[in-house]
Nanobody
């Protein structure tokens, strides 16, 4: 059974930093696309950053230069380093995994961790 568990969320002041973690269990030895999404109140989830099957990384324009996605396969953990955070980064953050695709139809999702940025 696949399980993704996010942690590291919390409250931070504008300009500060947070590191989100996503511990994965139950994934097979196959490669997976790994992604971070976020959801604002009343809005659908949007992609923040992802790692493709070939290892390439991609970012939403709104976080480029501030957020860094990485993974430690030895620990089965995905990370999102968030630097220079802004109040508009306030959202629930979710990690997701899928053997083929990146998007809202990814196969596996965590339950999310909340990030609040105060001005």
């Amino acid at each position: 059974q696949v399980q993704l568990v996010e942690s590291g969320g919390g409250s931070v002041e504008s300009g500060g930093s947070l590191r989100l973690s996503c511990a994965a269990s139950g994934l097979t030895d196959s490669s997976y696309c790994m992604a971070w999404f976020r959801q604002f109140p009343g809005k659908s989830r949007e992609g923040v950053a992802h790692i493709d099957l070939d290892g390439s990384v991609h970012y939403a324009d709104s976080v480029k230069g501030r957020f860094t996605i990485s993974q430690d396969k030895t620990k089965n953990t995905l990370y999102l380093q968030m630097n220079d955070v802004k109040p508009e980064d306030t959202a629930w953050y979710y990690c997701a995994a899928d053997p083929l695709v990146v998007g809202l139809d990814m196969a596996y999702w965590g339950r999310g961790t909340q990030v609040t940025v105060s001005s």
